[in-house]
T-cell receptor
Framework: NAGVMQNPRHLVRRRGQEARLRCSPM?????VYWYRQLPEEGLKFMVY????????ESGMPKERFSAEFPKEGPSILRIQQVVRGDSAAYFC?????????????FGQGTRLTVV | DQQVKQNSPSLSVQEGRISILNCDYT??????FLWYKKYPAEGPTFLIS?????DKNEDGRFTVFLNKSAKHLSLHIVPSQPGDSAVYFC?????????????FGQGTRLTINP
């Protein structure tokens, strides 16, 4: 897991607030993937981004969720007007290029709790 | 629609014996498979992978077997060690998707007893 940095590690939000999760990929990696893990479940793909581009957002909920990966700075997953069902662990992974088959390097995750 | 299934939520094995974790998939477009290990409060760590052109891949104590006709793969750990106690996820990806757009199983919690 070394190299993919996520912050914060833990985030508590009240219902209706906004949550911002950050992911800095490994050095030299320009592709970022976000996954969500609900309690007692496997990880579910949310979105795949390259710098300044969303490549695949087929796993993103249609409302309240957005993601970006600007030219400078970390990738951001934003959840607006959070609800209790958004409580989960959110992981990002990075890879050096999009299509080459190699293992993904995951960050340690952000555990979001909505109260 | 669970495309990758790990039907055993938990498995307990004696130290030194073989651990066998199983995974089934339904999507015939999957052509690359991976196993990840996850400790509590940490991200998944890559263990081993296998391409659909192979039926076996070995790395130290870890061996992955792929049976394409049965759409089944398994991870063998031998000999099992206490540090292997963790949750194991199998994952799959399909050609033409992003390399890391993975579909994960629900995980199997492996406990190695001393």
């Amino acid at each position: 897991n070394a190299g993919v940095m996520q912050n914060p590690r833990h985030l508590v939000r009240r219902r209706g607030q906004e949550a911002r999760l950050r992911c800095s990929p490994m050095k030299g990696h320009s592709h970022v993937y976000w996954y969500r893990q609900l309690p007692e479940e496997g990880l579910k793909f949310m979105v795949y981004l390259q710098k300044e581009n969303i490549i695949d957002e087929s796993g993103m909920p249609k409302e309240r969720f957005s993601a970006e990966f600007p030219k400078e700075g970390p990738s951001i997953l934003r959840i607006q007007q959070v609800v209790r069902g958004d409580s989960a662990a959110y992981f990002c992974a990075s890879s050096p290029e999009g299509m080459r088959r190699t293992e993904a390097f995951f960050g340690q995750g952000t555990r979001l709790t909505v109260v | 629609d669970q495309q990758v299934k790990q039907n055993s939520p938990s498995l307990s094995v004696q130290e030194g014996r073989i651990s066998i974790l199983n995974c089934d998939y339904t999507n015939s477009m999957f052509d690359y498979f991976l196993w990840y290990k996850k400790y509590p409060a940490e991200g998944p760590t890559f263990l081993i992978s296998i391409s659909s052109i192979k039926d076996k891949n070995e790395d130290g104590r870890f061996t992955v077997f792929l049976n394409k006709s049965a759409k089944h793969l398994s991870l063998h750990i031998v000999p099992s060690q206490p540090g292997d106690s963790a949750v194991y996820f199998c994952a799959a990806s399909a050609r033409g998707q992003g390399a890391q757009k993975l579909v994960f199983g629900q995980g199997t919690r492996l406990t190695i007893n001393p």
